[in-house]
């Protein structure tokens, strides 16, 4: 076991320079290229972005279900409850996925076997991960299941996931998450199958249990108003990198990079006018041909000669806020 002591008691998780690349007919596809953020307990941290910036490949290499090959960890650390569990054996991390660290994927219809009854999924997730007698799995999978308001769980148990509505589904998919009290959730884009009432309520949910437990909970999502209500710091990425990271106050309030300025830009507002939306121009560099210097120069309207020249470095906006442009210099 690799045990080192940076982390402090009030961080859980702490991810440093994580590099994980694909290898493809078209080249090394860097989809997550130097990533540093760390987590504390019972905190939410929002990690936003455009579609194929990095954000479930990141998520994934936290729980180390990178498919090798085309995947790799190529460098970087993960420290999670003070251990690297990128050095840990796969044996070993077996044992951490799912009581320690947890995700929760994007449909939760493929998450749950359509075979299987939702008292069986549960129980055997809690089987797995927890050391408990026989007799005590099946009162712990209602426990959970009653936690994730399912109504009359005992007898829901029996139903297998097409007899569930997807609000129920999802509900599911999060009491398997939590049945063995996991350090860290990882929520990736949990609600995007949700009709906006069961979104609300599937979001209070997990504040609940979040406070309930102190846990801790990454969230992604494209939704900013998901991240309003939901986290404490935002981290926004762009082509594999984080290009801004604060809290939420920080970076409603005072956005740095000219990615989030247009990402908050492109929000739709209540009173707007459809035709008069904004959208970003253009695309992200294809990972597997990133420029020597910013990503997004090609799509950005304060560019310069040096931005083409060399990677920005991270400037401190203020006190935990940072963000990777030149005209922070
Ligand atoms: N198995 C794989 N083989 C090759 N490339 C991959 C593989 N999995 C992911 N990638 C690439 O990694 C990049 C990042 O993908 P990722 O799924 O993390 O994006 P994302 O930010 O989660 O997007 P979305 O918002 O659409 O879910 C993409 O370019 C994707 O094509
Ligand atoms: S470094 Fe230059 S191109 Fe990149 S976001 Fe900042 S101003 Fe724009
Ligand atoms: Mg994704």
Redesign the pocket.
């Known amino acids: 076991m690799t045990t080192v002591t940076r982390t402090n008691t009030e961080t859980v998780l702490q991810v440093e320079d994580l590099r994980t690349y694909?290898r493809?007919r078209w080249g090394t596809?860097k989809?997550v290229d130097g990533i540093s953020f760390d987590l504390r307990r019972g905190e939410t941290l929002g990690i936003v972005?455009e579609?194929?910036?990095?954000?479930?490949?990141?998520m994934l290499s936290l729980m180390r279900l990178i498919?090798i090959p085309?995947?790799r960890i190529v460098s970087g650390s993960i420290i999670l409850d003070g251990e690297d569990i990128i050095q840990i054996s796969e044996q070993e991390m077996a044992k951490i996925r799912g009581s320690k660290i947890a995700l929760i994927i994007?449909d939760p219809m493929t998450s749950l076997n359509p075979v299987f009854s939702i008292g069986n999924q549960v129980e055997e997730a809690i089987r797995i991960h927890q050391d408990i007698p026989k007799r005590m799995v099946k009162e712990r999978a209602l426990d959970v299941l009653r936690k994730v308001n399912i109504p009359a769980a005992e007898t829901r148990m029996k139903d297998y996931p097409h007899q569930m509505s997807g609000g129920m589904r999802q509900r599911v998919v999060g009491a398997i998450g939590i049945s063995c009290q996991p350090q860290v959730l990882i929520a990736d884009?949990p609600t995007t199958s949700l009709d906006v009432t069961i979104q609300a309520q599937y979001l209070k949910l997990l504040k609940d249990i979040q406070r309930d437990s102190n846990l801790s909970i990454i969230f992604?999502t494209?939704d900013f108003g998901i991240v309003a209500k939901m986290c404490d710091r935002v981290a926004v990425?762009y082509a594999g990198r984080i290009v801004e990271h604060g809290s939420v106050r920080d970076i409603f309030n005072n956005p740095s990079h000219p990615y989030t300025e247009a990402l908050l830009a492109s929000v739709p507002k209540m009173d707007q006018d459809v035709d008069r939306l904004y959208s970003i121009e253009g695309q992200p560099p294809p990972?597997h041909d990133l420029p020597i210097g910013c990503a997004f120069a090609e799509r950005c309207p304060d560019v310069m000669d040096k931005c083409r020249a060399e990677y920005p470095t991270n400037f401190a906006v203020n006190e935990g806020h940072t963000a990777s442009c030149w005209k922070l210099e």
């Open positions: 694909f493809t596809v989809a972005g579609s194929g910036c990095g954000k479930s490949v990141t498919p085309p995947g994007q884009e992604i494209h990425m990972l």
